[in-house]
């Protein structure tokens, strides 16, 4: 126990955020932190539109009562992908990746695309992508 947690505190030191990082075991587990997430999500909040297979989308952040993503039919005049503003690590991840298919492909069915998307960032996690502090 006693190694592990030296490990963890000289790679807090290192990555200079001594609350995001505690090591269990040999694995990494990311910790909540208010002024950490709000600053991805501010990063986020400046995006106003994407393009997705050519067409253009409003990119909206806000807090969302009955879903974590929406996206408009692509053949809406003005067409939105809305992200719910709670949405936090491996969750914003795969509702962003989940509403970036439905822009992409928009005919495939929700239950499809919701066990494609969190499949995705599962794999992705597991391969070390995360959402970095935008002063790093």
Excluded at 73 to 93: M, N, Q
Excluded at 106 to 122: C, F, H, K, T
Aim: proline share 2%; glycine share 4%.
């Amino acid at each position: 126990m006693e190694r592990k947690g030296k490990i963890g505190l000289l790679l807090s030191i290192y990555l200079r955020k001594p609350s995001l990082v505690w090591f269990v075991a040999n694995s990494c587990i990311p910790l909540y932190n208010y002024n950490y997430t709000h600053q991805i999500m501010r990063a986020i909040e400046k995006i106003k539109t994407v393009t997705i297979r050519g067409n253009r989308y409003n990119f909206v952040v806000k807090k969302l009562r009955i879903a974590r993503g929406l996206t408009e039919h692509p053949a809406t005049k003005h067409k939105t992908v809305y992200i719910d503003s709670r949405e936090r690590g491996k969750e914003l991840l795969a509702t962003l990746i989940d509403e970036f298919i439905h822009c992409a492909m928009w005919e495939i069915q929700n239950d499809v695309v919701d066990e494609i998307s969190d499949d995705i960032a599962d794999a992705l996690w597991r391969c070390g992508v995360r959402f970095q502090d935008e002063h790093q």
